[in-house]
């Protein structure tokens, strides 16, 4: 029977060439022939019954199956029709073959796609150990680099991190581990970030992800003084002036000690001391904190010293200036209650003995008193 002849009644069935049983079925919409019995379910083309035409020598006679007579036949109905092609291209004998050089073709696919790309421009590593080091008008970043034949990027904004390599200033571009950003201000904050980074084709290529660190330079004096602060004593005390806000010192970063030819020379032209004593309104930690500050923006290095007398309530104040040639010498520069006179005065400060102060510049100035013995005193450079 030719596969015009099946294709005119497609509920006859003939011989199955595999299992012998009266179980091939045609197919008319997919042209193919198909095993009706369980143990079977084979698939044929015409091509593949002729070649087995041609071994076997008997064939059975065709019988005709009714559907509604035949359950069995509702049983294995198989795949709908949507599904069919996929289920005949399972089932197709050389199937095996064409699925395996497909998934090798997806594979080939996948590996020139993804993983090539990886192999031969791999992901830059991230940088680790990433560092920022507060100085005197400068921050030191450091960092490890990943992979040696990495480069690195670092950003820097005084705003907020930056969130790409083009987002702030770009400082250092290079692959060394340590980088010093200067001149910098004092006092303010710098926000970094780093990435790797390497030229493909000449477009730089950052790594996926980034590190954040942030420095605020600061000046630090020999004797461990900041650029800016208060007069305390322990973590108790507070000196605070007659307006009652807190003594604050500015320093300098340029300052020196002075000679004392240089400190008579600032005394002399300074009008601190010319300032009239107010208990309301300006006392002693008021004159010592104008004098110290005047001094330090003129270059010359002081210190502010409170002093604490024996059977008194109430301190006192005075300055202290490292001069390079006569050591260290008390300047108390506070002034009188009365008269416009010169008021700067030296003093031998020392604990347990009498605070008795003397004119700087006797032909101006006028005479002064003891104040008491000293019972303690302390220095806040």
């Given at each position: 029977?030719n596969?015009?002849?099946?294709?005119?009644?497609?509920?006859?069935?003939?011989?199955?060439?595999?299992?012998?049983?009266?179980?091939?079925k045609?197919?008319?919409?997919?042209?193919?022939y198909?095993?009706?019995?369980?143990?079977?379910?084979?698939i044929?083309?015409?091509?593949?019954l002729?070649?087995?035409?041609?071994?076997?020598?008997d064939?059975?006679?065709?019988?005709?199956?009714?559907?509604?007579?035949?359950?069995?036949?509702?049983q294995?109905?198989?795949?709908a029709p949507?599904?069919?092609?996929?289920?005949?291209i399972?089932?197709?004998?050389?199937?095996?073959?064409v699925?395996?050089?497909?998934?090798?073709i997806?594979?080939?696919?996948?590996?020139?796609?993804?993983?090539?790309?990886?192999v031969?421009?791999?992901?830059?590593?991230?940088?680790?150990?990433?560092?920022?080091?507060?100085?005197n008008?400068?921050?030191?970043?450091?960092?490890?680099?990943?992979?040696?034949?990495?480069?690195?990027?670092?950003?820097?904004?005084?705003t907020?991190y930056?969130e790409?390599a083009?987002?702030?200033?770009?400082?250092?571009?290079?692959?060394?581990?340590?980088?010093?950003?200067?001149?910098?201000?004092?006092?303010?904050?710098y926000?970094?970030?780093?990435?790797?980074?390497?030229?493909?084709?000449?477009?730089?290529?950052?790594?996926?992800?980034?590190?954040?660190?942030?420095?605020t330079?600061?000046?630090?004096?020999?004797?461990?003084?900041?650029?800016?602060?208060?007069?305390?004593?322990?973590?108790?005390?507070?000196?605070?002036?007659?307006?009652g806000?807190?003594?604050?010192?500015?320093?300098?970063?340029?300052a020196?000690?002075p000679?004392?030819?240089?400190?008579?020379?600032?005394?002399?032209?300074?009008?601190?001391d010319?300032?009239?004593?107010?208990?309301?309104?300006?006392?002693?930690?008021?004159?010592?904190?104008?004098?110290?500050?005047?001094?330090?923006?003129?270059g010359v290095?002081?210190?502010?010293?409170?002093?604490?007398?024996?059977?008194?309530?109430?301190?006192?104040?005075?300055?202290?200036?490292?001069?390079?040639?006569?050591g260290?010498?008390?300047?108390?520069?506070?002034?009188?209650?009365?008269?416009?006179?010169?008021?700067?005065?030296?003093?031998?400060?020392?604990?347990?003995k009498?605070?008795?102060?003397?004119?700087?510049?006797?032909v101006?100035?006028g005479s002064?008193?003891?104040?008491g013995?000293?019972?303690?005193?302390?220095?806040?450079?």
């Amino acid at each position: 029977m030719n596969e015009a002849t099946m294709s005119q009644n497609d509920n006859q069935l003939q011989e199955c060439p595999d299992c012998k049983q009266d179980s091939l079925k045609y197919d008319s919409q997919y042209k193919l022939y198909e095993c009706q019995d369980e143990r079977c379910k084979r698939i044929f083309n015409q091509r593949d019954l002729d070649r087995k035409s041609e071994v076997l020598s008997d064939t059975k006679p065709k019988t005709t199956v009714d559907r509604a007579q035949s359950p069995s036949y509702l049983q294995r109905i198989g795949p709908a029709p949507a599904m069919r092609p996929i289920a005949s291209i399972k089932k197709f004998p050389y199937s095996g073959t064409v699925a395996i050089i497909s998934i090798c073709i997806i594979v080939t696919l996948i590996m020139i796609i993804v993983v090539y790309p990886l192999v031969v421009n791999p992901p830059l590593s991230l940088p680790t150990q990433f560092r920022v080091t507060e100085g005197n008008m400068q921050n030191t970043v450091t960092w490890e680099m990943a992979d040696s034949f990495d480069e690195v990027v670092i950003v820097c904004s005084t705003t907020a991190y930056p969130e790409s390599a083009d987002d702030g200033e770009q400082i250092y571009r290079g692959s060394g581990a340590r980088y010093v950003h200067e001149p910098l201000d004092n006092n303010q904050k710098y926000y970094y970030a780093i990435w790797s980074v390497k030229s493909v084709n000449g477009v730089p290529q950052y790594s996926a992800t980034n590190d954040f660190m942030s420095g605020t330079p600061y000046w630090e004096g020999s004797n461990g003084e900041p650029i800016t602060e208060y007069v305390d004593y322990g973590s108790n005390y507070r000196v605070a002036g007659a307006d009652g806000n807190w003594i604050e010192l500015t320093n300098n970063i340029a300052a020196e000690d002075p000679s004392w030819k240089v400190l008579r020379s600032f005394l002399r032209q300074d009008q601190t001391d010319r300032e009239i004593y107010d208990d309301d309104l300006f006392v002693c930690g008021d004159f010592a904190e104008m004098l110290h500050n005047n001094a330090e923006e003129a270059g010359v290095r002081t210190a502010y010293v409170v002093i604490f007398f024996e059977d008194e309530e109430v301190g006192h104040t005075c300055n202290l200036f490292n001069t390079t040639d006569r050591g260290l010498v008390y300047i108390d520069c506070t002034g009188s209650k009365t008269a416009d006179v010169n008021a700067d005065k030296e003093v031998q400060l020392t604990e347990g003995k009498q605070y008795s102060p003397f004119a700087v510049f006797p032909v101006f100035g006028g005479s002064w008193g003891d104040m008491g013995i000293v019972e303690e005193f302390w220095v806040v450079w």
